[in-house]
């Protein structure tokens, strides 16, 4: 069964700083990556897919890699807005019980707040 | 930009009744899919759905759940005998067919059942 961890579950961090957040997956059977981003109250919002041949995949300041053998991806965002306050969720794309790459199973999330 | 649509925003009901979620996904897009969040909790995968029938589901999208695309353009969750632990923020999303793979969300119904 895939589980997924993202570490730190939370971070606080002055605007400007470069950071990483971390996403850990036990089994690298995987089809792809997604990084999502959600605002309290609100739905999901998709900033980087990278699929099982991809190393990394970049957006304007955010950068993803991914090294599938270790079970490991990183979302490095670079000089931090208030604006990126927000909870960063990893979802891994694997193989389900009926045979094709469609479940999809969440990261425990990780809480940022960026300080002004 | 097109967006994942659900109805309504937010749904209150008695445990045992039957709930209907509602979603119309982005036009162009060929599967969808249903997530829930409990409260503090990750957002769970329930169910996936191509071509006019389930493609995926979790434990979780027991017989109490059943999907629908009654017509062209919407898709919906029903949950026939709610329980009180039903009670989560339920997700629509859907996606293309080949080329990327991105899914795209919904805002989300809030579920309250008492």
């Known amino acids: 069964k895939q589980e997924v961890t993202q570490i730190p579950a939370a971070l606080s961090v002055p605007e400007g700083e470069n950071l990483v957040l971390n996403c850990s997956f036990t089994d690298s059977a995987i089809y792809n990556l997604q990084w999502f981003r959600q605002d309290p109250g609100k739905g999901l919002t998709s900033l980087l897919l990278?699929?099982?041949?991809?190393r990394e995949q970049t957006s304007g300041r955010l950068n993803a890699s991914l090294d599938k053998s270790s079970g490991r991806s990183t979302l490095y965002i670079a000089a931090s807005q208030p604006g990126d306050s927000a909870t960063y969720l990893c979802a891994v794309k694997g193989l389900g019980s009926s045979g094709g790459y469609q479940k999809v199973t969440f990261g425990t999330g990780t809480k940022l707040q960026v300080i002004p | 930009e097109p967006e994942v649509t659900q109805t309504p925003s937010h749904q209150v009901t008695q445990m045992g009744q039957e709930v209907i979620l509602r979603c119309v996904p982005i036009s162009n897009h060929l599967y969808f899919y249903w997530y829930r969040q409990i409260l503090g909790q990750k957002v769970e995968f329930l169910v996936s759905?191509?071509?006019?029938?389930?493609?995926?589901k979790s434990e979780i999208f027991d017989d109490q759940f059943s999907v629908e695309r009654p017509d062209g353009s919407n898709f919906t969750l029903k949950i026939r005998s709610t329980k009180l632990e039903d009670s989560a923020m339920y997700f629509c999303a859907s996606r293309l067919s080949g080329g990327t793979d991105t899914q795209y969300f919904g805002p989300g119904t809030r579920l309250t059942v008492l």
């Open positions: 759905f191509y071509n006019n029938e389930i493609s995926e």
């Open positions: 990278i699929q099982s041949s991809q």
